[in-house]
């Protein structure tokens, strides 16, 4: 089966530019999540979806950030504007069952904010 | 505060030792608890999943402890190879039950020297 795809694979901007991240899950993963994962650290929750409808988004940064998932498949999530801070790497995962699933991720996009 | 602590120092073994990497964690209660591989340039790989009421799981040449009492877990390799060679994250599961929310440790890395 594919796995998680994920573009653009690398992205160079500016501060105070926006950028878009796009995600597309596993067929018939129901759950997907984004995480920010800033070099020499484990990934971080951003958002988690299920469906089109968002369980969690906690730890994401919403006067910069932003993240939709239309029709439950394909996910996008941008940042505007950017901040050198943001610069990491933003992976996407899926999963079929949230309750103890495995989550299969994505190669990720490496981020870098000059 | 809540913190997720693994071996901050790169683990260097010899080729066909065990190699044992720590994740201890404080004011989590968490369900269940997952262990991941990630090499460079790609998003982490799931390995394997212990729940609060299992003591010990294997997989092949992996085994996972979980001390629920020590908040710690403790992940083996046996008979490391030159390929083992990667960067190990614990997840720990917290929030609600069925959400499946994920809070991951920065990461040991581990170099199997032939």
């Known amino acids: 089966e594919a796995g998680v795809a994920q573009s653009p694979r690398y992205k160079i901007i500016e501060k105070r530019q926006s950028v878009a991240f796009w995600c597309n899950p596993i067929?018939?993963?129901?759950?997907l999540y984004w995480y920010q994962q800033i070099l020499g650290q484990g990934p971080k929750l951003l958002i988690q979806?299920?469906?089109?409808?968002?369980?969690?988004d906690s730890q994401l940064p919403k006067d910069r950030f932003s993240a939709e998932r239309l029709k439950g498949v394909d996910s996008t999530l941008k940042i505007q504007p950017a901040k050198l801070e943001d610069s990491a790497v933003y992976l996407c995962?899926?999963?079929?069952?949230?309750?103890?699933?495995?989550?299969?991720f994505g190669p990720g996009t490496r981020l870098l904010v000059l | 505060s809540q913190k997720i602590e693994q071996n901050s120092e790169a683990l260097n073994i010899q080729e066909g030792k065990t190699a044992t990497l720590t994740c201890n964690y404080t004011?989590?209660?968490?369900?269940?608890l997952q262990w991941y591989r990630q090499d460079p340039g790609r998003g982490p790989v799931f390995l394997l999943l212990?729940?609060?009421?299992?003591k010990e799981k294997r997989k092949e040449r992996l085994k996972v402890t979980f001390d629920t009492t020590l908040k710690q877990s403790l992940f083996h390799i046996t008979a490391s190879q030159p390929a083992d060679s990667a960067t190990y994250l614990c997840?720990?599961?917290?929030?609600?039950?069925?959400?499946?929310?994920?809070?991951f440790g920065q990461g040991t890395t581990l170099q199997v020297k032939p």
């Open positions: 995962a899926s999963s079929l069952d949230p309750a103890g699933g495995t989550q299969y």
């Open positions: 004011n989590y209660s968490p369900a269940y």
């Open positions: 997840a720990l599961a917290v929030g609600s039950s069925n959400t499946g929310k994920l809070i």
């Open positions: 067929s018939g993963h129901a759950t």
């Open positions: 212990i729940r609060e009421n299992e």
């Open positions: 979806f299920q469906n089109n409808g968002v369980v969690d």
